[in-house]
Each structure stands twice: as C-alpha cells, then as structure tokens.
C-alpha cells in the first residue's frame, strides 16, 4: 500500500523534468492569478486572448531579427522584445480601432488578434526552415520541457509582475473600480491600462513556453475568476487566486503522469474542474448556496398557520395536520427568525417565542376578524370559518382596521374567544 | 448675483462642444460657475449631464472651446475635484469594501511611492461619521442599499477635501431621510465656500437646494437663479413637452 502511495505521489518528484515543470509552472500561475484579478475585474479577458495570440509575430519576428544579428546567439532576449512589442502594437491597435469609424471594441479585438495571429502563421510558415518555434509547441507548451532559461524568465517576469503590483495596487485598483475619479485625481489611466497590457505580453511569453497560448490565458482568467467566487476582498482574492493556480499546476502535473497526457493540457483541465467544484460549492455565490437557500424557504402561510396553531400555548408537533417532515423544516426556519423556542422545539413542542407570540396574535386577530366579517356579509359560520383560514393571510393593517370599525370593535369573536388587541405585535 | 463670490472665478466653459463619435452630445455650451456657489444642472435623460461633468475632469475628448477650472486648464487642475459618479457606472460587485472606497479619496493626497497614514485613516472616519455609515465599513459595496451606496460615495467626496464637488445624480434613489442628510452636506459644503455642481432630477426641490440652475438639453437653454430658470414654458421647451404630465402641474404622476 505504502509502496503504491510512493509511486503515485512522490515518486514523480524523483524526475527533474516533473520537478522543473512544477516550479516553473507555479511560478508563472502565481503571476497570472494575480494579474488575471484585475484582468477579470476590468473585463478585459477576451484581451487577454488576444494578446496571446498576436504575440506569435512578435515571436517569431524577434527570432529571425536575432538570428539575423547574431547568428543564432541571444534569441530569448530577441522573443521578449518581439513579444512585448507585438503587444504594443495589439493594444494600441485596438484602441485605435475601436474608437473610429462604428466598430465596437469587441469586433475590434476580434480583427486584430486574428489578423497579427495569420501574419505569425504566415511568417513562421515561409521562414521555416530558419525559425525552430513550431505553432504546436506554441500552442501546447513543453511543460516537462523546462529549461534553466525558462525557469530564469518565469521567476523574473513573476517577480517584475508581483512587485508592480503590490507596488502600484492602489493605482491598478481604483483606476479598475473608477475610472473617471481615478483620472480627475491625476492619474495616468492610459498608462496604467498599457502597464497592464505589458504585464499580460510579459506572463505570456514566460509561460507559452510551458504551458501554450491558450493554458496561459485559463490560468489567466479560471483561477481568478474561481477566487472571484470565493471572497469580496481584493487582497484575498488575488491569495486564493494563486493558490488556485499553484493547486492546478500541482494536480495537473500529477494526472498527466497518471494517464499519461500532455501536461500544459492536463494542468488547464485541472484548473477547470477545480473551477466547477468551486462554481459548485461557493459558500455565498455558488450553485449549491443558491440552491440551499432556495429549499429552506417555505411558504410564508405554513408558517403563519403555525403562529396561530401555538398561539394559545405549547403544541405537541404530532398534533399539528401538517406533513411531518415539512412541519420540521418550517419550524427550523422559524427559529431562524426568532419566532419559536428551540429548545422544546427539540422535544417535540412548539413554543413561542416573544416575537413569535406577538406575530402570532395578529394572524389570530386576522383570523377572527375576517370570519366576522365573512359572517357578517351572510355567510354561514361553518363557511366563513372555513374561508378564513385561507383570508387570514390577508392581514394588511388597513384590511383589518376596516373589519374592526365594521364589526363595532368586537372583543369577542363569533366562538366567544377574545380577540388580541390590535397593534399588539408592535 | 453672489457679489462676495462673483470676483473670483469657479469653473468657466466656453464654447464647450463635445462629441461621442459623429454625434454632437455637448453644443457651444459656456457657462461661468463663480467660486462658492451651488450650481444644479438639469435636462432630460442624454442631455449631455454626465458629459459636462467629466468634461470638467477633462475626461471626454473636447472637440472645441475651453474648459477651466479656477482659471487654469482642466489638466493642471486635476487633484481639486471631487466626484460622485452615476450609479449606474459603478459595477458593484468590485470586491472592495466601504472602507475601502473611502480611503480611495485619499490616494489623491498621497504621492504614488507613499502609503496611506493614520491621519487619513482618521480622516476616512470622520467621513463616514458624517454619512452615519460606520456600522457598515467593512461590508462589500454590492451588499448595502442603494442610498447607503450613494452615502458611501458622498463620504469618499468628504475625505478627498477638495475645493470643487461633482455630483452625479446624488439624490437619485434616496429616501428622505438620506435626501436630508445630502442637502446637510451640500450646505455645509457652500458654507466652507465650495464650489459644487449637482446634476438632479426634481425640480420641485432645485429652488431649495441650489444658488444657480443649469437648463441643459444639448445646448444650455437657460443659467440663472432657480426662480428665473425654473419658468414652464422654459421647462416645456427643454423637455419638449413631456413635462406636462410630470408633477411640475401637480397632477398625475412623473
Ligand atoms: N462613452 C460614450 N460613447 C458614446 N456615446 C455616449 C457615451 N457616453 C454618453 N454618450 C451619449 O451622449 C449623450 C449624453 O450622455 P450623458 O451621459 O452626458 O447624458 P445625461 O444627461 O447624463 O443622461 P442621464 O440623465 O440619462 O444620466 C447620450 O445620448 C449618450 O447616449
Ligand atoms: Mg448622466
């Protein structure tokens, strides 16, 4: 047993590729749940896209530039540089775009992206045999690939990224919350939309070499989006938002070695389901909240049938002609509003509280004066009777002020009980 | 008018025209805002409101004419503005909390490589102090009602202690407790000798509220006191007719 819990789990530690996959994974999650925060609260992951994607020229530009220059030497530095300028181009370009002529930003994003993307295709296509980028790894990453350089540009780009952010938060954050207060303040809301364009070409090309194009951009949005559900504090969003993509790069790595998948595939797979379970599971904003809350309600006339059930003291549960299994769950929601004791409640008994008794007097009161007036109109008392135990959850002020003044202020109901004085409930 | 005040100069426009795109929203508007005055904008929905608010935040790309704010352009100005938005353009499940939003009117007094300090701490207090909302700092925006939202951003205005205030529909959606308390602030703004802008709905409480009421449909159709300006065959022009079945008759309902 012991052995197969070593092979399954710690004997893939044993290998430097799962090791160097691992870290460089974290790494770079790390700096994209953190930024995807932002990207996700700014809406701009459909940017985020595209970026992505429009960084292919970029790529391989910059590789056929150095290649040019110095003979195969210095290359990462030549993609970085084609890559950030690519994204340069991207963002101005939709901005552009989008504010002539009646293309909305969306359309904008669409033409853009695709358009550098085909010219990446086109280059790499016609440039091949100088270029060794092939569109498969750039799609799918190499995540048991990962070289020192690699490791080196992850861990710098994620320390560029973090410190901007952690250096820069207030600014990133109200310029994402509010846009005109943050630029009648002075700041540089331009500059600070392309600092975050930067940073998004950066994580990009420190991570398609990992984890491909279109895993950089889930672990862009997916992990953020699943802390996004999970808390309403910024800060505590962006922890859980890296914890979230560590836990995908983790258990993805994992399962590829289990069912022997491509891991940058395997790594994004994870971070989906994980978050469905979140989606699921959210305490506030998920599924099953929603649903939970949904089955504890019960209809509002249960449970004054109830109030006026155990108005006139304790009353067995088993005496009550209601469905047992439905008595239990509106007496819980009636102690949740305070309106009955849960302590006898526990042995079977329902008793009121305070509130619960002044509440319950106005439905009595509702009760009784409808039945008057039900009689009084020429109905006969078994009738009347009857009806107003459907009409006592009509008890609006008014109604019942109306039915007094008729009645000449009755005392008494029509049984001879007293009828609770009005406004009693408060 | 205001002789104490009309010496020196609030916020000024002229010729003001701004477009969105092809369409002209803002034509030829100048107006003369003095220093320490209470000044309501009215008009009907797309009248160009909002617009002439972040176009004095220089906000919206101006096509023509001039926009200053205590004599000079509007981009040295920036920092002596304090602004309310619209409801509608906050998104309000931002994971950020009351305090938070508060302490945002202090980022203004803070250089970029300086943190928050405890005086604006305090000051955060005191403006949620003055909006009766400290029971509710530490809520998220999304979770209060819509009047305790718009407290909550009358408060951020307080803590940024400008010389300007710009609001955005404040009393859009309060009751009249919170309208109350609104109009306090404005008074005791124009007290500390503020210059205020409001752009507000009813007209019923314009006179009330406001030393000088804008009519703005597009153009500006009339700037004045509220009394001269508030005028029916005025109000009918620029809210081209519709106003007759509005309370301005007292009859039927807005
Ligand atoms: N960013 C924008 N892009 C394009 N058109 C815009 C933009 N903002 C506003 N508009 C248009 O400009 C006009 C004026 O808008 P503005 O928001 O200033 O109106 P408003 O007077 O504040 O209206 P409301 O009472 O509804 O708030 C409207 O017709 C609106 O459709
Ligand atoms: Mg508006």
């Given at each position: 047993m012991s052995a197969w819990l070593y092979n399954v789990?710690?004997?893939?530690?044993?290998?430097a590729y799962f090791v160097k996959g691992a870290l460089g994974g974290s790494i770079i999650a790390v700096a994209c749940a953190v930024l995807g925060c932002y990207i996700i609260l700014r809406k701009m992951a459909f940017i985020g896209d595209a970026m992505s994607h429009a960084l292919l020229p970029g790529v391989g530009i910059g590789y056929l530039v150095m290649n040019a220059l110095f003979?195969?030497?210095f290359t990462a530095g030549g993609l970085l540089l084609g890559a950030l300028i690519a994204a340069l181009l991207t963002s101005v370009s939709i901005s552009f775009l989008s504010n002539?002529?009646?293309?909305a930003e969306d359309t904008a994003i669409g033409i853009i992206y695709t358009g550098l993307f085909a010219a990446g295709v086109v280059i790499l296509t016609r440039f091949q045999q100088h270029i060794n980028i092939d569109l498969n790894h750039f799609f799918q990453g190499d995540i048991y690939g990962v070289s020192w350089a690699d490791l080196w540009l992850s861990a710098g780009v994620a320390a560029v990224v973090l410190s901007i952010i952690t250096i820069f938060y207030r600014h990133l954050t109200i310029v994402s919350f509010d846009p005109t207060m943050a630029a009648s303040i002075g700041l540089p809301t331009r500059g600070i939309h392309i600092l975050l364009t930067i940073m998004i070409a950066l994580v990009c090309v420190a991570g398609i070499s990992m984890v491909g194009v279109i895993m950089i951009v889930g672990l862009l949005i997916t992990p953020a989006a699943l802390a996004y559900m999970l808390t309403d504090r910024l800060p505590r969003m962006m922890g859980l938002a890296a914890v979230m993509g560590v836990l995908s790069v983790i258990t993805g790595l994992y399962f590829s070695e289990w069912v022997n998948a491509s891991g940058g595939g395997s790594i994004m797979f994870m971070g989906f389901l994980l978050f469905l379970v979140g989606l699921i599971?959210?305490?506030?904003?998920?599924l099953m909240a929603a649903w939970l809350r949904r089955r504890r309600l019960v209809p509002q006339a249960d449970l004054e049938d109830v109030l006026r059930w155990a108005y006139e003291g304790c009353r067995e549960i088993?005496?009550?002609?209601?469905?047992k299994r439905h008595l239990r769950k509106v007496a819980r929601q009636m102690v949740r509003e305070d309106l009955i004791d849960p302590g006898p409640l526990r042995k079977g008994c329902i008793l009121l509280t305070d509130k619960g008794s002044q509440e319950a007097a106005h439905i009595m009161r509702s009760h009784q004066l409808w039945e008057g007036h039900l009689i009084r109109s020429g109905m006969s008392a078994e009738a009347a009777h009857e009806a107003a135990h459907e009409l006592e959850?009509?008890?609006?002020r008014n109604v019942l002020v109306d039915f007094d003044a008729e009645l000449e202020?009755?005392?008494?109901d029509v049984d001879g009980k007293p009828i609770p004085p009005a406004g009693s409930d408060g | 008018m205001d002789a104490a005040t009309a010496s020196s100069t609030g916020i000024t426009m002229e010729h003001l025209t701004v477009s969105y795109q092809t369409k002209?929203?803002?034509?030829d508007v100048s107006l003369d805002i003095p220093r320490g005055t209470v000044v309501g904008i009215l008009g009907p929905n797309g009248a160009g409101k909002s617009t002439i608010i972040k176009s004095i935040m220089g906000f919206v790309p101006r096509d023509y004419g001039t926009v200053r704010v205590f004599g000079q352009p509007v981009a040295d100005a920036r920092g002596l503005v304090a602004y309310v938005p619209q409801?509608?353009?906050?998104?309000?499940?931002?994971?950020?909390t009351v305090r938070d939003v508060v302490t945002?009117?202090?980022?203004?007094?803070?250089?970029?490589?300086q943190s928050i300090r405890g005086e604006d701490r305090e000051k955060v207090k005191h403006a949620l102090d003055a909006v009766r909302m400290t029971e509710f700092a530490?809520?998220?925006?999304?979770?209060?009602?819509g009047g305790q939202q718009q407290r909550v951003f009358m408060a951020r205005a307080l803590a940024q202690e400008s010389d300007i205030l710009l609001l955005d529909e404040?009393?859009?959606?309060?009751d009249a407790a919170t309208e109350r308390a609104i109009a306090g602030l404005l008074a005791g703004a124009r007290e500390e000798g503020k210059t205020v802008v409001v752009v507000h709905h009813d007209l019923e409480t314009a006179a009330e509220f406001f030393d000088r009421v804008v009519l703005l449909n597009?153009?500006?159709?009339a700037y004045g006191p509220p009394r001269e300006v508030l005028e029916p065959n005025l109000l009918a022009e620029v809210y081209g007719g519709t106003l007759?079945?509005?309370s301005w008759n007292e009859e039927g309902e807005a």
């Open positions: 789990f710690c004997e893939p530690w044993t290998h003979a195969g030497g002539v002529g009646r293309i599971l959210a305490p506030r904003y998920g088993e005496e009550l002609p209601l469905d959850h009509l008890h609006y202020h009755p005392a008494k | 002209a929203v803002l034509v409801r509608g353009q906050i998104d309000w499940s931002f994971p950020v945002m009117g202090r980022y203004g007094h803070r250089r970029w490589y530490d809520r998220q925006i999304g979770q209060l009602s404040p009393f859009a959606g309060v597009r153009r500006v159709y007759r079945k509005m």
